[in-house]
């Protein structure tokens, strides 16, 4: 019996994988951190190859997209049998060839001298010798590309699904090998695959994932630094999920399409896009993450974060016997009422400067707000898109109004009391003192 450890497989891949950059002669820098190695090109653009010491499988991910990778009988290869190190060289060569800055500039210490009394000719060749150097090594970095292309196609892809891969990137060479699910999972489906990882702690924190985009999303939560997916949600189009966190700091990626595939990767035609800033989830504090629409493209959408600081609710109104409201001024200056839009608790801030009474559009989505006409307001803030809406039963302390027009707007943190409503009370204010009441 004899014992043949294996070596190390990040330290092995790793190693060939510098070998290889160094090879190009081209101007990438490598960072190492344990199980994470990172390329970095000078126009910013970085590749991440992270390797899951617990299942030895190697996440691929750039700023177009990511595949998973296992170790088969010696190579690394995906699900549709590409291998890992051609699919990286591939990569590489398309990020050199698409920025000449890339290319690192070198000095010929060998140049032949100019023919006595041609100095002008001479002195022409040496300022085209850089050029033409620039150029053929151009040309050579093309042509490794192609050729890296060349071999990373499976033998089953055709010219169309090629040109599709390096159009999108994220959709995989050969989709069709790949072991997608046959239909989209329920809204708010969602996958663990980090060992020990749970969603439901009732003290954890509250993420609440709002999608306005025209897309389903699946949001991908890995460890902090690393790409390797912890857990992932699924989002339809226009709908709202959460889920409870424990503490920490997570990396998001988002993966956006029309064909899904698995929770793991996503959507086969889609984008994998990832978020700069991590999110950071913290006992007891909710958190929203609104996904909106930029454009028509798959890929063009926003993210907004949100955390939710729990505040204490201003004092109740002072009720007389006629259902009068005596309300103070709170320490920053406003006046808050109580009231409701349809069975919809909600605290309004009194502003006798807003025409129309506005909700935000989480209000009016909990009230059920569905028929609302986009147009534009004056705000303090400049022009602002929202809708006008009718709302049918409202309350205002002890008082009930019917058919109140009301503006909803996105991304609005406070409900106003506008002029609309308030024109329906005698107002009053002495002091720190506003009394409401019937006319």
């Known amino acids: 019996m004899t014992e043949n450890p294996l070596p190390d497989l990040a330290d092995t891949l790793f190693e060939r ?136 196609r499976p033998p089953a892809t055709t010219e169309t699904d090629s040109a599709t891969h390096i159009r999108h990137m994220t959709a995989e060479p050969n989709s069709k090998s ?32 709002q999608n306005d985009h025209a897309y389903p999303l699946l949001l991908i939560l890995a460890e902090p630094r690393t790409v390797i997916p912890a857990l992932s949600v699924l989002v339809h189009a226009r709908q709202t999920t959460s889920l409870h966190l424990p503490s920490g700091e997570y990396e998001m990626l988002f993966s956006a399409g029309n064909t899904w595939c698995d929770p793991r990767n996503g959507f086969s035609d889609g984008h994998l896009m990832k978020f700069d800033k991590t999110l950071t989830a913290q006992m007891g504090t909710p958190i929203q993450l609104a996904m909106r629409s930029s454009g028509a493209d798959i890929g063009d959408f926003q993210l907004f974060v949100k955390t939710l600081t729990a505040e204490a609710p201003p004092p109740l109104p002072i009720f007389s016997g006629d259902g009068s409201m005596t309300v103070t001024r709170q320490a920053n200056g406003h006046f808050y009422v109580p009231g409701s839009v349809g069975n919809v608790p909600v605290t309004f801030l009194v502003d006798t400067g807003a025409s129309v009474t506005a909700l935000s559009d989480e209000i009016a989505r909990q009230a059920g707000i569905h028929n609302c006409k986009e147009m534009q307001f004056n705000t303090a ?51 720190s003192l506003m009394l409401i009441g019937r006319k």
């Open 381 to 431: 803030n400049g022009i602002a898109t929202g809708c006008i809406a009718l709302v049918t039963n409202m309350t205002l302390g002890n008082f009930t109004l019917q058919n109140i027009t009301v503006a909803v707007m996105p991304n609005m943190q406070t409900n106003l009391l506008g002029a609309n409503v308030l024109r329906n009370f005698q107002v009053s204010q002495s002091d």
């Open 17 to 152: 994988i510098e070998a290889m950059v160094q090879a190009r002669g081209a101007d990438i820098r490598t960072e190492r951190n344990g199980k994470v190695l990172r390329l970095g090109f000078a126009d910013g653009g970085r590749i991440v190859i992270n390797l899951d010491a617990q299942s030895n499988k190697v996440w691929l991910a750039s700023a177009t997209g990511g595949s998973e990778f296992e170790l088969k009988e010696g190579i690394w290869r995906a699900h549709d049998h590409s291998e890992l190190l051609q699919r990286l060289s591939a990569l590489i060569d398309q990020a050199l060839a698409s920025a000449a800055s890339h290319l690192r500039h070198t000095e010929h210490t060998t140049r032949m001298p100019p023919v006595d009394g041609d100095h002008t000719h001479g002195a022409a060749a040496q300022e085209r010798h850089p050029l033409r150097n620039l150029f053929i090594l151009a040309l050579a970095v093309l042509a490794g590309f192609w050729l890296a292309q060349r071999h990373a």
């Open 178 to 209: 790949r072991q997608c699910e046959p239909t989209l999972p329920a809204n708010g489906s969602i996958h663990i695959f980090s060992q020990g990882l749970r969603t439901d702690g009732p003290n954890d924190a509250e993420v609440t994932l």
